[in-house]
C-alpha cells in the first residue's frame, strides 16, 4: 500500500486531493485537520460568507440608487444578515466534514481531528501517533497577513472575519488593503454599516490584473455611490491610537506629501499569508521562503511532499485550490506508476465582487499588456456598459468591458468586465478562451434585449478590425 498523509483535510485543496485518490486502489490515506467546527476558508470565512453579506448590502443600494422608488430607505438588519450568514455557512462547512468523515469509514482511510507536523521527512505526528508517510500533501491554506508598521499593536483592528461577524459598526473607519478582500468589503462597510471610510490605495488605481481603465472605473463608481475617499499613491508609515479609542493613521504619498487620516475603526484587509507555522517543515528539509512550490504542486527540496492550496502562495483562489489538489493526486499517481509528474496550468480566471456584487470584476485570460508581452499582435474592443441599452433599463449603468484577439488567427485571448453581471459573464468567456475560438466564428446576436448584447457588440467590432 502507499500511504498519503494529507495536512489540512477539510479545506478546498485538501478535500479535492483526498476525493481523488480515495477510490484508488493500493493507496492509504490518513487525513488530518485541526478545524473547529472545520470546514476549509472558503466556506466558512471567505467566498461563501462574503457573499451572504454583500447580497444584504446589494438590496438596500439598488433600492437607494433607483431614483425610481420612493419611500425611506430601509435599514439592514446586520443581525439578520449574521444570523442567516451562520446557518448556511455551517450547513455547507457540515456536508465538507461530513464527506471527510465518510471517506474516513473505509478500511483504508483514517481521519485524525489534530494539529500534524513533520518529525522528519517521511513522518508526521498528529493526535499523538506518529504516521509514516510515501507522500505527504501540506493543504493548510492561509492566515491573516498583518502587516509589520509601527504603532499597529497599539490600536484595535478588524479583519474580514470580525466584518463578517460584526452586527454593529462605528461611524467611521480608516481601510487598509485594497486588493480582493478590501474591493469586496468597503462598499458593505459604507453601505449596510453606513460608516464614512477612508481607503489606502498604494498604486495609480486598484485591480492589479486589470487594464487601466477598470481600475479607473472602480474608482468612480466606490466615491460616486459610496461615502468613501479613496487617497492614492501613498504608504503608511505609521499608527498610533486617538485618545477616545479611535485610530489615527500617518501616510506618505510618492511625491513626499505628507497626511493624518482620523477614524474610529482600522480595518485590515491586507491580504492572507500561507499558514506554514508550526508544521516543522525544516524536520523535512524543506524551506518555505521565495518559490518554494513547483508548477508539479511537489516543493522544490522534495518531489514526494506537496503544496496546494493557499499555503503554496501560488493563486489564493478558491477554484485554484481545488484544480492544485486535482493536480497533485495525478501526479502522486504518476510517480507511483513511474512517471513523470506534470505542472499544474490554468486559464486566469479570476472574479473580484466589487461594487457589492452589483459591479464585479471579471477577468478570463489574457489582458492587453499580458498579451502583448506574451508575444501577441493584438486588436482588441472596449465597451461602456451605457452603451447598451439594457443596461440602463435595469438602472445599472457603469462599468465597461473590453476584448483581446490574436491579430494573426482571430482567436479570442481575453476578456474583461466591470459590469453588472459581470461574473455570469465569465463563463461564456472561459469557454470561449480556453476552447481557442475564433472571435469570427462567435455568433454576435441575442435573441432578445439581454445583458450578453455587451459581447455581441465586443465581437462585431474586433471583427471589423480584424477585417480592415
Not at 290 to 303: F, K, L, S
Request: some cysteine.
Amino acid at each position: 500500500m502507499t500511504h498519503v498523509v494529507i495536512i489540512g483535510a477539510y479545506g478546498s485543496a485538501g478535500a479535492a486531493v483526498a476525493g481523488e485518490l480515495v477510490d484508488e486502489d493500493g493507496i492509504e490515506l490518513t487525513l488530518i485537520d485541526d478545524g473547529e467546527p472545520g470546514g476549509g476558508l472558503c466556506i466558512l470565512r471567505g467566498c461563501m460568507p462574503s457573499k451572504e453579506v454583500l447580497s444584504a448590502g446589494a438590496h438596500r443600494f439598488q433600492a437607494r440608487h433607483d431614483h425610481r422608488l420612493v419611500g425611506d430607505v430601509p435599514d439592514v438588519d446586520l443581525e439578520a444578515v449574521v444570523a442567516q450568514k451562520d446557518d448556511h455557512t455551517l450547513g455547507w462547512a457540515g456536508h465538507r466534514r461530513d464527506s471527510i468523515h465518510e471517506m474516513a469509514e473505509r478500511d483504508d482511510v483514517e481521519f485524525v481531528h489534530d494539529t500534524a507536523e513533520f518529525v522528519d521527512d517521511h513522518t508526521v505526528r498528529a493526535g499523538g501517533e506518529e504516521f509514516a508517510a510515501d507522500y505527504v500533501v501540506v493543504a493548510t491554506g492561509s492566515s491573516v497577513n498583518v502587516p509589520d508598521l509601527p504603532g499597529i499593536d497599539e490600536v484595535d483592528y478588524m479583519t474580514s472575519a470580525e466584518v463578517l461577524d460584526a452586527t454593529e459598526f462605528p461611524d467611521s473607519g480608516i481601510v487598509m488593503g485594497f486588493g480582493y478582500i478590501g474591493m469586496e468589503l468597503v462598499p458593505y462597510l459604507a453601505e449596510a454599516g453606513g460608516m464614512e471610510l477612508t481607503v489606502i490605495e498604494h498604486d495609480d488605481r486598484p485591480i492589479d490584473e486589470a487594464d487601466p481603465a477598470f481600475g479607473d472605473e472602480a474608482l468612480d463608481i466606490y466615491e460616486n455611490n459610496w461615502d468613501v475617499t479613496i487617497p492614492t499613491n501613498c504608504r503608511e508609515r505609521r499608527l498610533e491610537r486617538t485618545d477616545d479609542g479611535g485610530v489615527r493613521l500617518f501616510v506618505e504619498f510618492d511625491d513626499g506629501r505628507e497626511a493624518t487620516y482620523e477614524a474610529d475603526q482600522l480595518f485590515l484587509f491586507t491580504g492572507r499569508r500561507p499558514t506554514v507555522e508550526g508544521l516543522g517543515l525544516d524536520r523535512a528539509g524543506i524551506s518555505h521562503e521565495g518559490d518554494w512550490v513547483r508548477d508539479t504542486m511537489q516543493t522544490e527540496d522534495a518531489d514526494h511532499v506537496y503544496a496546494v492550496g493557499d499555503v503554496n502562495g501560488k493563486e489564493p483562489i478558491l477554484h485554484v485550490a481545488k484544480e492544485q489538489g486535482f493536480t497533485a493526486a495525478e501526479n502522486i499517481l504518476r510517480q507511483e506508476a513511474g512517471g513523470t509528474p506534470q505542472a499544474y496550468e490554468n486559464v486566469h480566471h479570476h472574479v473580484i465582487f466589487s461594487g457589492l456584487g452589483v459591479y464585479p470584476f471579471a477577468r478570463v485570460g489574457h489582458n492587453e499588456e499580458t498579451a502583448r508581452e506574451a508575444g501577441y499582435d493584438v486588436v482588441t474592443a472596449r465597451r461602456q456598459a451605457s452603451d447598451d441599452g439594457v443596461f440602463k433599463s435595469k438602472d445599472v449603468p457603469e462599468g465597461l468591458a473590453k476584448l483581446v484577439v490574436d491579430a494573426d488567427d482571430g482567436t479570442v485571448l481575453g476578456w474583461q468586465g466591470l459590469h453588472y453581471h459581470a461574473d455570469s459573464f465569465a463563463k461564456t468567456m472561459q469557454i470561449v478562451v480556453e476552447m481557442g475560438l475564433d472571435v469570427r466564428d462567435l455568433p454576435d446576436r441575442a435573441y432578445h434585449p439581454t445583458l450578453p448584447e455587451n459581447l455581441d457588440g465586443l465581437i462585431r467590432d474586433c471583427v471589423a478590425e480584424l477585417d480592415e
